[in-house]
């Protein structure tokens, strides 16, 4: 059995490499060479909360594969303080990708292709704030505007990457316990220190992390049995200050959710759910979610579609949107569209979702149901989709050819003429970005 176990382990785990290969985006040239993308294969970070000094550091230990000798990319909106590959110190410059899509940081030194270990340190000053003998910080993300994933706080790659990834977080000083609500596996090794754990299927867009101090949120633990046996550790909470806020209307609500995807979609994806009632809209991780109370449906549809079978880059990040809205506004069905959009044709390099997802995505995806009505509509082919390509990032043309093959109708002339247009042109359409309303980092402060 453990050798069963092991051997999958080892599949799935050459599988996901395999993927990121395939999913990396092209070098491009930069003077003196070439900028070259790297598939990280596990990263290790230290985060230490030094309360005395009311500061936050974090050491990160990456391991990576080029496979061109060139600059490596890597991402970290704050600027390292120090670096160092295969243990020689180097620095780091922050350039705009050739189409100006996206920032990213490359090393100023050449590395041959092949394995690395990369060591960056840099200081967490992002959605923190020390109180009395604690801290509370958070890495929430957005996909709405740039480099608002994991490279916001952390160094990190970009969202096509599967990374294996561990937290030391201590906690240095502290007069009161700090609670950790994060998706991954936490080991308590002292008082004040904690390991985590990630899947290792998951990306710069998956981890969900939050601590406070102890008492400065009201939570709810239990189970959810999922139709597979598991029984599904769930906890739900809020700030103590959300006043109006009810952990048994979210428990009841989230029970709903929860039964209703697992009917439609098979097994919870993710081994854990975590739901943080705050904000206004909200934002997903793997079986995560920073929400409000009416969006929580399609945040938790969100582990099945974005951090179930996900999106490798920008351009594959509507897809999510689209198919969530279309659950959100009860699966209509229409046989016509008028109109176009973008919303796969930006710039090559983009990491950003286009917002017309939301409507005409959505209008799109009743448009696709109507059209394969006599073959069972679209949601026989989302429950394929996540059960043939869960956890493999992808683009949108293997979207396209995924359903190509599954209904053995050509589609691409759809997605070509009202997803590759050059512009969003529907002007019935209202766009509705309510659900993933950006909030600005002074109102994420609110929230922590
Ligand atoms: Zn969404």
């Known amino acids: ?28 040239a930069v003077s003196g ?22 500061k936050a550091s974090v050491l990160a230990e990456i391991k990576l594969e080029t496979l061109e000798d060139g600059y490596p990319i890597f991402d970290s909106v704050s600027a390292p303080e120090s670096l160092s590959i295969d243990g020689e110190s180097v620095s780091a410059i922050e350039i705009s990708t ?24 840099i200081s967490l000053t992002t959605l923190i704030e020390f109180v009395d003998g604690g801290v509370k910080s958070a890495f929430w993300t957005s996909d709405l505007s740039e480099r608002k994933f994991l490279e916001r706080y952390l160094p990190a790659n970009f969202e096509f990457d599967q990374v294996e990834m561990t937290f030391l977080v201590k906690f240095i000083g502290a007069k009161a316990k700090q609670v950790i609500y994060t998706n991954g596996i936490v080991t308590e090794l002292d008082d004040n220190t904690f390991k985590i754990n990630y899947p290792a299927y998951y990306t710069a867009s998956s981890i969900f992390f939050h601590t406070v101090p ?68 909200g934002m997903e991780y793997c079986g995560a979610t920073m929400t409000d109370f009416s969006a929580l449906g399609h945040e938790l549809f969100h582990s099945y579609f974005a951090r179930g079978v996900m999106p490798a880059n920008g351009n594959a990040g509507w897809l999510d949107e689209a198919l969530a809205s279309w659950r959100d506004d009860g699966y209509q069905t229409i046989s016509s569209l008028s109109g176009s959009s973008r919303m796969s044709a930006h710039p090559y390099y983009t990491r950003i979702t286009d917002r017309a997802a939301y409507s005409f995505g959505e209008r799109f995806m009743s448009y696709l149901d109507g059209k394969l009505k006599s073959k069972g509509g679209l949601k026989v082919f989302m429950r394929h989709m996540v059960d043939k390509k869960v956890f493999s990032p992808l683009f949108v043309e293997d979207f396209i050819q995924e359903m190509t093959n599954f209904y053995d109708v050509p589609v691409s002339e759809d997605f070509k003429k009202y997803t590759f247009g050059t512009e969003f042109t529907n002007s019935g359409l209202k766009i509705k970005s309510q659900i993933h309303r950006k909030m600005s980092l002074e109102e994420m402060q609110k929230f922590l």
């Open 214 to 281: 102890q008492g400065a949120t009201s939570e709810l633990r239990f189970t959810l049995k999922s139709i597979d046996g598991r029984e599904i550790p769930v906890v739900v909470y809020f700030s103590k200050t959300s006043f109006g806020a009810s952990l048994e209307r979210l428990k009841d609500k989230t029970i709903e959710v929860f039964h209703e995807l697992e009917s439609d979609y098979g097994p919870f994806p993710h081994p854990s759910i975590t739901v943080l009632q705050a904000g206004s809209g």
């Open 33 to 54: 060479g070439k900028a070259v993308f790297a598939d990280f294969s596990q990263a290790n970070y230290s985060i230490n909360y030094d309360l005395n000094a009311k």
């Open 1 to 28: 059995m453990k050798l069963f176990i092991l051997l999958t382990l080892l599949t799935s785990l050459a599988f996901a490499t395999e993927n990121d290969f395939s999913h990396m985006p092209k070098s491009f």
């Open 98 to 121: 050739p189409d100006q899509a996206t920032t990213l940081r490359i090393l100023d030194k050449v590395i041959k292709a092949g394995k690395h270990t990369l060591i960056v340190n």
